[in-house]
């Protein structure tokens, strides 16, 4: 019985060993497997990262000179290049740039944006449209009218040719959406030009991007209504923000967060129509925001 013991010891000891040396070989096998995924993951976590802070930068420094100088022009592309880095980073890795900085950075160019339109006193709801023979669709803008009560149209295909800024009929401030590094990071992603897909493309596609690649919002559904479509969107962070947006600033219901103006973009350049937020209904504390996006035929 000892003898017996005894072999068993043996045995369970040269199998523990081999057991060990196996794990180990495993183990190193693995993280020397991992080293270049982590080494690109890297890689491209600081390629974003400096770009974003590049165009921050920039950007910061055009408000800067356009202070100084007191240039409208300016101070539009200088709030553009700073929305467009606070996109960057707001798109990248959430574990890698804290929450809170996002969400002041992004706000606080929105509030600029804000201040400088309403101390020209442009009260228009904000119309997102892609025109189709800009720059081959490559670019959104934003038509921010001078009057609230503004029902007309844009300005004509001619009038919007020459990309002015300042417009008179319809009166209105016509500038590049600060929002688009979204648009063109989903395009790039789904290997796609919007413009060449309709609504039941994106409403299968965009939701798996945003969830589980890009990882921006918890889930999204999308419904394609008669002239309007509806947006359900649960995620927390992208609740917060907007909910921030809107409280804060006096343009923020209709010209959207990031997340929220993106979208306006994407549908229009899907439909070929100008398109506006009708209705924004964001709840922070469950994580939702609801979006009624209008769709605007062309007079």
């Given at each position: 019985?000892?003898?017996?013991?005894?072999?068993?010891?043996?045995?369970?000891?040269?199998?523990?060993?081999?057991?060990?040396?196996?794990?180990?070989?495993?183990?190193?096998?693995?993280?020397?497997?991992?080293?270049?995924?982590?080494?690109?993951?890297h890689?491209?976590?600081?390629?974003?990262?400096?770009?974003?802070?590049?165009?921050?930068?920039?950007?910061?420094?055009?408000?800067?000179?356009?202070?100084?100088?007191?240039?409208?022009?300016?101070?539009?592309?200088?709030?553009?290049l700073?929305?467009?880095?606070?996109?960057?980073?707001?798109?990248?890795?959430?574990?890698?740039?804290?929450?809170?900085?996002?969400?002041?950075?992004?706000?606080?160019?929105?509030?600029?944006?804000?201040?400088?339109?309403?101390?020209?006193?442009?009260?228009?709801?904000?119309?997102?449209?892609?025109?189709?023979?800009?720059?081959?669709?490559?670019?959104?803008?934003?038509f921010?009218?001078?009057?609230?009560?503004?029902?007309?149209?844009?300005?004509?295909?001619?009038q919007?040719?020459?990309?002015?800024?300042?417009?008179?009929?319809?009166?209105?401030?016509?500038?590049?959406?600060?929002?688009?590094g979204?648009?063109?990071?989903?395009?790039?992603?789904l290997?796609?030009?919007?413009?060449?897909?309709?609504?039941?493309?994106?409403?299968?596609?965009?939701?798996?991007?945003?969830?589980?690649?890009?990882?921006?919002?918890?889930?999204?559904?999308?419904?394609?209504?008669?002239?309007?479509?509806?947006?359900?969107?649960?995620?927390?962070?992208a609740?917060?923000?907007?909910?921030?947006?809107?409280?804060?600033?006096?343009?923020?219901?209709?010209?959207?967060?990031?997340?929220?103006?993106?979208?306006?973009?994407?549908?229009?350049?899907?439909?070929?129509?100008?398109?506006?937020?009708?209705?924004?209904?964001v709840?922070?504390?469950?994580?939702?925001?609801?979006?009624?996006?209008?769709?605007?035929?062309?007079?």
């Open positions: 019985m000892n003898g017996n013991s005894g072999t068993v010891r043996d045995y369970s000891s040269a199998l523990a060993g081999q057991t060990r040396s196996q794990v180990s070989a495993s183990t190193a096998l693995r993280a020397e497997n991992s080293r270049p995924k982590k080494k690109r993951s890689f491209q976590f600081m390629s974003t990262l400096t770009i974003g802070i590049a165009l921050i930068a920039v950007g910061g420094a055009s408000l800067v000179v356009s202070y100084v100088f007191s240039s409208v022009v300016i101070t539009l592309a200088g709030l553009g700073v929305f467009w880095g606070v996109t960057i980073l707001y798109i990248s890795p959430s574990k890698y740039v804290p929450e809170n900085v996002l969400t002041l950075l992004s706000l606080s160019t929105i509030k600029s944006i804000d201040r400088m339109l309403v101390n020209m006193n442009y009260r228009g709801k904000t119309i997102f449209v892609h025109p189709r023979h800009l720059k081959g669709l490559a670019q959104g803008y934003v921010v009218p001078y009057d609230s009560s503004f029902r007309g149209s844009l300005p004509n295909e001619e919007l040719a020459e990309e002015r800024m300042h417009y008179e009929d319809p009166k209105g401030i016509f500038m590049v959406a600060p929002s688009q979204l648009v063109d990071l989903v395009e790039k992603e290997d796609v030009n919007l413009a060449t897909v309709d609504m039941e493309y994106l409403k299968e596609n965009l939701p798996r991007l945003l969830t589980n690649n890009l990882r921006i919002i918890d889930s999204i559904a999308i419904q394609d209504l008669q002239g309007s479509v509806r947006v359900d969107i649960v995620g927390d962070s609740a917060t923000l907007c909910k921030a947006v809107s409280k804060e600033t006096l343009i923020g219901n209709h010209f959207g967060c990031p997340l929220c103006s993106s979208l306006a973009l994407m549908i229009s350049k899907v439909v070929g129509k100008p398109v506006t937020i009708q209705e924004n209904k709840n922070d504390i469950e994580g939702t925001i609801v979006n009624t996006y209008r769709v605007i035929d062309r007079a």
